[in-house]
């Protein structure tokens, strides 16, 4: 089955740090850029970062540049997302999400995860 | 930043009405070298990921009812729903691909009236 599962989400004080994990399986994960979008509660979708096929090109939003590193291992099939000096408004659902096409740059999004939560609270 | 702006915020349609949504791009998502509109759509029911309806504007995904269209170009674009379904109540967003950071519109909540 083509699917993404997401992981490492949870309850962090503001400044802390978390790591997310993405697994891709049912397809050749090597071939795709992959994104993540995160989803404050309640509000809209914000694309946060995204990562070429190989890993030697990466992007961010300005408000997690810095703070947030985006990486992927192919050997394993997983994408993650280093996240520090959390903030506040970090809270949300962090959803992995596959281009629309293999060995391409679409930035159109056609698979995505379930997504995991994460929570930045005192 | 290219701002993503959709109208209304919400709207009720009666089962086999037509809907429409707009968005509406703060700069131009016509990429003129190929004719394309950088311009997606995406419907979001609650509890689930976003689901791709339609990218370059117009072109449906794969399994994506044909009641479902994209138009418009440039600046300015639109989402229908020929005939509204139960199973179409949902929150759409479009989402422009054109540059970095690619932003979405800030959604539209479609119920049934």
């Known amino acids: 089955e083509v699917q993404l599962v997401e992981s490492g989400g949870g309850l962090v004080q503001p400044g802390g740090s978390l790591r997310l994990s993405c697994a891709g399986s049912?397809?050749?994960?090597?071939?795709?850029?992959m994104s993540w979008v995160r989803q404050a509660p309640g509000k809209g979708l914000e694309w946060v970062a995204n990562?070429?096929?190989?890993?030697?090109?990466?992007y961010y939003v300005d408000s997690v540049k810095g703070r947030l590193i985006i990486s992927r291992d192919n050997a394993k099939n997983s994408l993650d997302l280093q996240m520090n000096s959390l903030r506040a408004e970090d809270t949300a659902l962090y959803y992995c999400?596959?281009?629309?096409?293999?060995?391409?740059?679409?930035?159109?999004?056609?698979?995505w995860g379930q997504g995991t939560m994460v929570t930045v609270s005192s | 930043d290219i701002v993503m702006t959709q109208s209304p915020d919400s709207l009720a349609v009666s089962l086999g009405e037509r809907a429409t949504i707009n968005c509406k791009s703060s700069?131009?998502?016509?990429?003129?070298?190929?004719?394309?509109?950088?311009l997606a759509w995406y419907q979001q029911k609650p509890g689930q990921p976003p689901k791709l309806l339609i990218y370059?504007?117009?072109t449906r995904e794969s399994g994506v009812p044909d009641r479902f269209s994209g138009g418009g170009s440039g600046t300015d674009f639109t989402l229908t729903i020929s005939s509204l379904q139960a199973d179409d109540v949902a929150v759409y967003y479009c989402?422009?691909?054109?540059?970095?950071?690619?932003?979405f519109g800030g959604g539209t909540k479609v119920e049934i009236k």
């Open positions: 990562i070429k096929q190989d890993g030697s090109e990466t």
């Open positions: 700069q131009s998502l016509l990429f003129k070298s190929n004719g394309q509109n950088y």
């Open positions: 989402q422009q691909y054109y540059d970095t950071p690619l932003t």
């Open positions: 370059w504007a117009s």
């Open positions: 049912g397809f050749v994960f090597s071939d795709y850029w």
């Open positions: 999400a596959r281009d629309l096409r293999s060995r391409s740059q679409f930035d159109i999004f056609d698979l």
